[in-house]
Nanobody, 126 residues
Framework: EMQLVESGGGSVQAGGSLSVSCTAL????????MAWFRQAPGKERGKVSCISGSGTNTWYPDSVKGRFTISRDNAENTLYLQMNSLAVEDTAIYYC???????????????????WGQGTQVTVSS
């Protein structure tokens, strides 16, 4: 069975750091571009980072650039997101996702991601 299993997250005060991880089961992890999305209450799910299969290429929106770092360990089938200088507006459920093969390493639309993690809560308090 193909799965993405997330761990990490939690609660932190503004300015602090947290990390989340995502372990892939049942598929060739290194073949897939991977991404982190987040969804806050009452808001649409949005992409906060992505990384190519080899790890060579990464992308971030301006809202998290310089604060978040995506990385992967293909030998361990694991994706990471390190989040620094967290702000209250970073509070959300964070999801990892694998891009559909043939859609490129960082597809724009969430419908182009074929596997999703269960989500993990990140809460930042002021």
């Amino acid at each position: 069975e193909m799965q993405l299993v997330e761990s990490g997250g939690g609660s932190v005060q503004a300015g602090g750091s947290l990390s989340v991880s995502c372990t892939a089961l049942g598929f060739r992890f290194g073949d897939y571009g991977m991404a982190w999305f987040r969804q806050a209450p009452g808001k649409e799910r949005g992409k906060v980072s992505c990384i190519s299969g080899s790890g060579t290429n990464t992308w971030y929106p301006d809202s998290v650039k310089g604060r978040f770092t995506i990385s992967r360990d293909n030998a361990e089938n694991t994706l990471y997101l390190q989040m620094n200088s967290l702000a209250v507006e970073d509070t959300a459920i964070y999801y990892c996702a694998a891009a559909r093969l043939g859609s490129g390493w960082c597809p724009v639309w969430s419908r182009e991601y074929t596997y999703w993690g269960q989500g993990t809560q990140v809460t930042v308090s002021s």
